[in-house]
């Protein structure tokens, strides 16, 4: 397989400094080595220019914090993505969470794509019901359309069809946040039906609710992890995904042979040990894009 990494180093949309070291984090992780390892021809194409957030004004008076930056840096994403060879498969390094909405929107190429969002967070605020205005929080609302106009529509006329996500590794929801997911019919597996059904099962019943689909981007917040497994990240929930738990969800998901691109976001390494996080994600990758025992 052709593999293209892309790093989107910004912290702007969260609450917490650090997440914009994540490419960095990642690359001394050896993604790209472990992933020729696996036969693949990588190419790095460096990362999307990102300003520092003390040369930038916050836009407070928008409601949200950096938009203007923010917004720049999703439509380089999305353009360089969008304007890869057919075939390719991308992964865009995070960078926090709001990275998304151009990294979607990119990997997309303007067509119908199932999105599987493997978080402790269903990021699906809008301006209106955020209580933080950090646009980490928002980049699902913003990908089927609803919040600030020009984010929600970066891909112009194309959005995510909320009954195309699936969310895995759910555990912290804002109260308002939560009618929104509601609302819109999003199919989300907390950790109660982790536990309760088991990650084959959820595995097979996301592949079977997204069937047909051209494409499937997995976006793969390092939080969705239990912090025990992966403490460098800057919004930890106790009680995520056991290491196997998220393996297992990669490997089954890679044996499907539908997945065409992949977030990884939301490393820290500020706040990690020994850049164990990310050697943990490079891990992930590696699950996702055919690595086997036997």
């Known amino acids: 397989m052709d593999i293209a990494v892309l790093g989107i180093p910004m912290d702007l949309g969260a609450g917490r400094r650090g997440v914009d070291m994540g490419p960095s984090a990642l ?20 990362d999307v220019p990102v300003p520092v957030a003390e040369t930038v004004d916050k836009h407070e008076e928008t409601g949200l914090i950096f938009l203007e930056t923010i917004l720049g840096a999703c439509a380089s994403a999305a ?34 794509t199932g999105l599987i969002w ?26 089927v359309g609803l919040g600030e106009e020009r984010l929600a529509h970066l891909g112009g006329d194309w959005n995510v069809r909320p009954e195309d996500i699936v969310m895995i590794g759910i555990r912290s929801v804002d109260r308002r946040e939560r009618d ?5 019919g999003i ?7 982790v536990d309760q059904l088991g990650m084959s099962r959820i595995a097979e ?10 494409r499937l981007h997995v976006s793969f917040d390092a939080d969705a992890l239990d912090p025990s497994i992966a ?43 020994q850049n164990q996080t990310a050697h943990v994600m490079v891990g992930m990758a590696e699950s996702l894009l055919g690595k086997r025992i036997m």
């Open 118 to 143: 493997v978080d402790a967070h269903t990021d699906f605020n809008t301006p209106a019901s955020s209580p933080s205005g950090n646009i980490h929080g928002m980049p699902v609302a913003h990908l």
């Open 187 to 193: 199919t989300v597996y907390t950790m109660k039906e």
């Open 205 to 214: 019943e996301t592949l079977e609710r997204l069937g047909g689909l051209p």
């Open 27 to 46: 690359r001394n992780a050896r993604l790209s080595r472990a992933l020729r390892n696996l036969g693949h021809v990588v190419r790095d194409l460096g």
């Open 79 to 112: 353009e360089r993505l969008r304007d890869l060879p057919a075939g390719t498969f991308p992964i865009s390094l995070g960078g926090d969470h709001s990275v998304s909405v151009g990294t979607v929107v990119g990997a997309s190429r303007g067509e119908r």
């Open 231 to 273: 403490p460098g990240v800057g919004t930890p929930v106790p009680g995520g995904l056991t290491y196997r738990e998220a393996h297992l969800l990669m490997e089954l998901l890679s044996e499907s042979g539908r997945v065409t691109s992949m977030d990884i976001v939301e490393v820290n390494p500020a706040l990690d040990t």
């Open 180 to 184: 929104l997911v509601r609302e819109h």
